[in-house]
């Protein structure tokens, strides 16, 4: 990361990161930091929540309001923050199993109320902290130390699931694909509604090696030449998609916002008690 970012934005005391060698959460930590810089966002306004993960672990490196909660639970906590203070620009980084296994329910439901989120999933398709389970990213046929014969269970597509859920912005990108992924962590900022930016990452400690993939760099190179464009995608057939792992824009609509609507609320009471009181 260059030197005046880190001196902008992260805390420098904190670092190094405990992260492993060739681990891809530090470069997406990086695109998030990139797109907050970019928008010229006030430090004091931007919120940055994590759960518990490998991934994150960025809450502590990074110089914002921040606060690291329980796992699967961040969203939950980044809600009331939200609706606490809705000028406030609130993050929420957090892992694949974070996010769709522990904390699928409240994914799915902020997602269908359309809270003003952002949250960016460091999705390495593996319980990394922990040593290795299967998560819902895990992709069938593959492995992990709680499925040490294969993976039977269909896995999830977070951004599709989040769309599915009603998320006014999703999005997927890559470790890899580093200007496209902090543009849609951009967008996704700025974006009012519920967004969502599921980042593929790698994680060759664990998925890596469970799964024969390879050096870090070799992760990173498969990410290079198995990246399909969205609109690409949806002119290929389900065989041509096979194996390959899809970056773009899912969904990016306009759909009213929920602390918006609940101040709209907020004020129609507020204003039949006035006038019950002028009576
Ligand atoms: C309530 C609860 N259940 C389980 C755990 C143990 N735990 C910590 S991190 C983690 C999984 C992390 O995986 P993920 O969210 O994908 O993040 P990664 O480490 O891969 O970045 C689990 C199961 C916990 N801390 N709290
Ligand atoms: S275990 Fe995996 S996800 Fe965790 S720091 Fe190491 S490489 Fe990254
Ligand atoms: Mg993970």
């Not at 296994?101 to 922990?130: D, E, K, P, Q, S």
């Not at 951004?159 to 990108?173: K, P, V």
């Not at 400690?205 to 050096?215: F, L, V, W």
Request: aromatic letters at 8%; charged letters at 20%; proline letters at 4%.
């Amino acid at each position: 990361m260059p030197s005046q970012l880190i001196e902008k934005h992260m805390r420098a005391e904190n670092l190094p990161h405990i992260w492993c060698p060739g681990c891809g959460h530090g470069i997406l930590m990086r695109n998030v930091v990139q797109a907050i810089d970019n928008l010229g966002l006030d430090h004091d306004k931007v919120v940055i929540v994590s759960g518990i993960g490998c991934s994150s672990r960025a809450a502590g490196y990074l110089d914002f309001n921040t606060i690291h909660t329980t796992h699967g639970r961040a969203i939950a906590f980044a809600t009331g923050i939200k609706l606490a203070n809705p000028e406030l620009e609130v993050i929420v980084l957090a892992g694949d199993g974070d996010i769709s296994a522990i904390g699928g329910n409240h994914l799915i439901h902020a997602a269908r109320r359309n809270v003003g989120l952002t949250v960016v999933v460091f999705n390495n398709n593996i319980y990394g902290m922990t040593g290795g389970q299967y998560s819902p990213t895990t992709p069938k046929g593959e492995f992990g130390t709680t499925a040490p014969y294969g993976i039977i269970d269909r896995s999830f597509n977070i951004a599709e699931l989040a769309q599915g859920a009603g998320a006014s912005y999703a999005a997927r990108g890559s470790a890899y694909h580093v200007q496209q992924t902090t543009a849609y962590i951009q967008q996704g900022i700025l974006h009012k509604g519920f967004s969502l930016i599921d980042c593929a990452s790698i994680c060759p400690t664990y998925y890596g090696r469970k799964n024969k993939k390879g050096s870090a760099v070799d992760m990173m190179k498969w990410q290079k030449e198995n990246a399909v464009m969205q609109e690409q995608a949806v002119k290929m057939t389900p065989e041509e998609l096979k194996g390959k792992m899809i970056i773009g824009v899912l969904a990016h609509d306009n759909y009213p916002e929920f602390t918006v609507e609940y101040q709209k609320i907020i004020d129609r009471l507020a204003k039949e008690a006035e006038e019950r009181e002028q009576k």
